[in-house]
């Protein structure tokens, strides 16, 4: 089965200081890794995919098929980076995908 | 270019009763799926619909039933509501591939059932 783990619930950190949000999957074959981001009353938007291999709002994350993870990781937190982050799963290219739990990254000033 | 439309964004119900989320996208996508949002379980897909007259069970389907009307339109009806299915709801529509393209969410309904 396709799984989907983000071990924080909630991860706090200072503006100016370098934050990665953690995320590991469990699949057998090989995965489309999706980061989302909802920002505090919009709605949920992709952030990067891994396929892309893309920066995006200075954040970059490298699939580790090794470690089966897929860290979301910024040198420098800012305070608009405060959202609800979600890791995403497409398994062998399927419509569907399996989100994580998320986790709630708030930027202090 | 709205997107994709969910109506209505705020409902509040009481056990028992019926209602109807409507959903409509824009952007000629194949696959629309209906999922809901609850505090520390992350989005859980409920349904979805690969293609206009097809539809499948995600990975909560009880309670709920679908209608993918025709390529534009996908609604989700609570036949009979219960306390359990006070969610957040989102729509979202994409290609058939995510690989290849976005996944699109609406802004959400709000649903209180009482």
């Known amino acids: 089965a396709q799984r989907v783990t983000q071990p924080e619930k909630l991860l706090s950190v200072f503006k100016g200081a370098p934050v990665e949000l953690k995320c590991n999957y469990s699949?057998?074959?090989?995965?489309?890794l999706f980061w989302y981001v909802q920002y505090s009353r919009q709605r949920l938007q992709l952030l990067l995919r891994h396929i892309s291999r893309e920066s995006i709002k200075g954040f970059t994350a490298d699939l580790n098929k090794g470690e089966t993870s897929f860290h979301l990781k910024k040198p420098f937190a800012q305070e608009e980076d405060s959202a609800m982050y979600y890791c995403?799963?497409?398994?062998?290219?399927?419509?569907?995908?399996?989100f994580g739990k998320g986790t709630k990254l708030t930027v202090n000033p | 270019n709205a997107g994709v439309t969910q109506t209505p964004k705020f409902q509040v119900l009481k056990t028992g009763q019926s209602m109807t989320l409507q959903c409509a996208q824009d952007m000629n996508h194949n696959s629309m799926y209906w999922y809901r949002q609850d505090p520390g379980m992350g989005l859980r897909l409920i349904y979805y619909s690969a293609s206009e007259g097809t539809t499948d069970k995600g990975e909560v389907p009880n309670g709920y039933n679908v209608s993918r009307l025709n390529k534009r339109e996908f609604s989700l009806r609570l036949e009979s509501a219960a306390p359990s299915q006070t969610s957040v709801y989102f729509c979202a529509s994409s290609e058939r591939r995510p690989l290849h393209n976005t996944i699109y969410f609406g802004e959400g309904s709000w649903l209180t059932v009482v």
């Open positions: 699949y057998s074959g090989s995965p489309e």
């Open positions: 995403a799963l497409s398994p062998g290219g399927s419509e569907k995908l399996v």
